[in-house]
């Protein structure tokens, strides 16, 4: 079993930038990804980004690329999720997630960070 804590998370105005992070303890594979996704309220939990656990590829979705980073350190178990020139319409419950299997489902979930970004 793997156990996800993210941190960082809190209130910042439009424009500024917040870098998220998540801890994973427990058993590690080398072929773990690890992504983000958020939700707002009343909305479908959305893919935000993702990263091979060994290996240096990432996908960014849409929304957020060319203003989000995800990346991570291995010998720290830890991804992060730097966001910088944030907007409104990112605020969101963001949760780090990890998968064995690529293509496979996410198996294991953190309890999510909220971001809030103010006008």
């Known amino acids: 079993q793997v156990q996800l804590v993210e941190s960082g998370g809190g209130l910042v105005q439009a424009g500024g930038s917040l870098r998220l992070s998540c801890a994973a303890s427990?058993?590690?594979?080398?072929?773990?990804?690890m992504g983000w996704f958020r939700q707002a309220p009343g909305k479908e939990r959305e893919f935000v980004a993702d990263?091979?656990?060994?290996?240096?590829?990432?996908y960014h979705a849409d929304p957020v690329k060319g203003r989000f980073t995800i990346s991570r350190d291995n010998a720290k178990n830890t991804v992060y999720l730097q966001m910088n020139r944030l907007k409104p319409e990112d605020t969101a419950v963001y949760y780090c997630?990890?998968?064995?299997?690529?293509?496979?489902?996410?198996?294991?979930w953190g309890q999510g960070t909220q971001v809030t970004v103010s006008s």
């Open positions: 990263i091979k656990w060994s290996g240096r590829s990432t």
């Open positions: 997630a990890a998968k064995l299997v690529v293509g496979s489902a996410w198996d294991y």
């Open positions: 427990g058993r590690t594979f080398s072929s773990y990804a």
